[in-house]
């Protein structure tokens, strides 16, 4: 009878142990697939694709007349033992001259790769990038990308932890909407209606009740029919709902340090995606923050735009806005606050100072909203009172005001669109770009 008992040494190596360890002059075997072949005259390189990066590996048929190098395909997957050379112009500063070659894998013999992925950037249209997702993400700056994105996800869990929030899931199949409105997603359950969830909003805020703190990084689906290149109908939401809170101010003070904890953590961890992308990490030191009605005014009188719509900002505003902080702050960042109530949710606390504004805001960067937050109604005899004037029924959302009935503390919180924010630290102009498998109003595949 055989047991299992855990992780068992393996006798092929890493890039890693290669770039840290002594193996200059030894053999080691290392695996990968083969992401491109270039013959020379008396040798060919072999460049194998790995999780942690490219290895160039170098060989020559005299060494090994067993093997031709010209049945090695782009995609084949193959064990490769050799000896560890350095070499300044190679991935990593090595490569590995080849002794023996064991094929593990190879493409369908009637294949060719439909895209070079070889290349340094794919220069085909973003449309065949996404309908070839599988190869396409097979290229090297393409999995840069979400390495970046990783490392976004990675440093908000992180910090997240080390503010003592609690990690919760939140379900995404739900009887009713958070955030009003028809763009949800209609579901039949079991011959109930359901819809997917737009938002952990209302879970969030029970989970307020329970823990103080928390916090989910999910999808949330919303099923608007844009086609722009700023909305997706499913995306990765970074969300956080925290109790005993002063006043909104709190939450953005939690989003500034998140993301200077962040941006470090990518500097630290990710230092080669950065540098093989070429991002140049924003200065979250000191973020401005301007009241919805002035941000307006100011970006009217500097550049002479005509305010069409007083109660919620348009892509346009936004970039002006973006381009105003950068221009007189030198701030990527900006929180615009107080939005006006009758664009924000029932859910969201109204200045007492004049109940016309909400104590929310929302966080541009480089001039795109990327977060929407805010302070939430505690009060039961509030919040009941606030769906009323609105014409909504209170008894629709009995399981909501469970927790306003039984006590809540002063509470708000977050959401952060995930791809958007990558969108942004990568210079992108369209949100497909970095997302995965995106969602869109034309796109249900791959």
């Known amino acids: 009878m055989d047991f299992v008992n855990g992780l068992k040494q393996k006798d092929t190596v890493e890039i890693g142990d290669i770039l840290t360890g002594d193996f200059k002059g030894k053999e080691i075997k290392i695996k990968g697939a083969v992401h491109t072949v270039r013959d020379m005259s008396e040798f060919s390189f072999v460049v194998l694709r790995r999780y942690d990066g490219l290895v160039q590996c170098v060989y020559e048929e005299s060494k090994i007349p067993e093997f031709n190098s010209k049945v090695l395909r782009e995609g084949a997957t193959v064990e490769v033992t050799g000896t560890v050379n350095s070499e300044e112009r190679a991935p990593g500063g090595f490569e590995i001259r080849i002794n023996a070659i064991r094929l593990l894998s190879e493409p369908a013999k009637d294949s060719t790769m439909p895209i070079p992925i070889s ?106 029919k844009h086609n722009t290149t700023r909305h997706l109908n499913e995306y990765t939401s970074l969300d956080f709902e925290m109790g005993y809170i002063d006043g909104f101010e709190d939450i953005m003070d939690m989003e500034a340090a998140m993301l200077k904890y962040t941006f470090q953590f990518l500097e630290e961890e990710y230092a080669k995606e950065i540098k093989l992308l070429g991002i140049t990490l924003p200065d979250v030191t000191n973020i401005p923050a301007v009241r919805f009605d002035e941000a307006k005014r100011l970006v009217s009188e500097k550049y002479e735009r005509k305010i069409r719509n007083p109660y919620d900002l348009e892509p346009e505003e936004e970039i002006l806005i973006g381009r105003y902080f950068k221009e007189e702050y030198n701030s990527d960042f900006v929180f615009v606050t107080h939005y006006p109530s009758k664009k924000r949710p029932f859910y969201a606390m109204d200045d007492p100072a004049d109940t016309k504004f909400t104590l929310s805001f929302d966080l541009l960067f480089k001039g795109m909203e990327i977060t929407t937050g805010g302070q939430r109604i505690h009060s039961y005899e509030d919040q009941v009172a606030k ?11 009995t399981n909501f005001l469970m927790i306003h009935k039984h006590g809540m503390p002063p509470h708000g919180g977050l959401g952060i669109g995930l791809e958007r924010l990558t969108m942004r630290l990568l210079d992108e102009q369209n949100v497909r770009e970095t997302t995965l498998f995106p969602r869109d109003v034309s796109r249900l595949e791959p």
């Open 387 to 397: 769906m009323v004037a609105r014409g909504m029924d209170p008894n629709d959302f």
């Open 119 to 224: 290349k340094w950037k794919l220069k085909t249209s973003l449309e065949t990038k996404l309908s070839l997702r599988p190869i396409s993400l097979r290229n090297v700056r393409e999995r840069a990308i979400f390495k970046i994105q990783e490392g976004l996800v990675r440093g908000f869990r992180d910090f997240m932890f080390s503010q003592h929030f609690t990690e919760i899931r939140t379900p995404k199949i739900v009887a009713g909407n958070a955030e009003g409105g028809a763009n949800v997603f209609k579901l039949e359950y079991f011959g109930k209606k359901a819809f997917l969830a737009q938002s952990p909003q209302f879970y969030k805020q029970t989970m307020v009740g329970v823990y103080d703190r928390v916090f989910e990084a999910s999808p949330v689906f919303r099923a608007e």
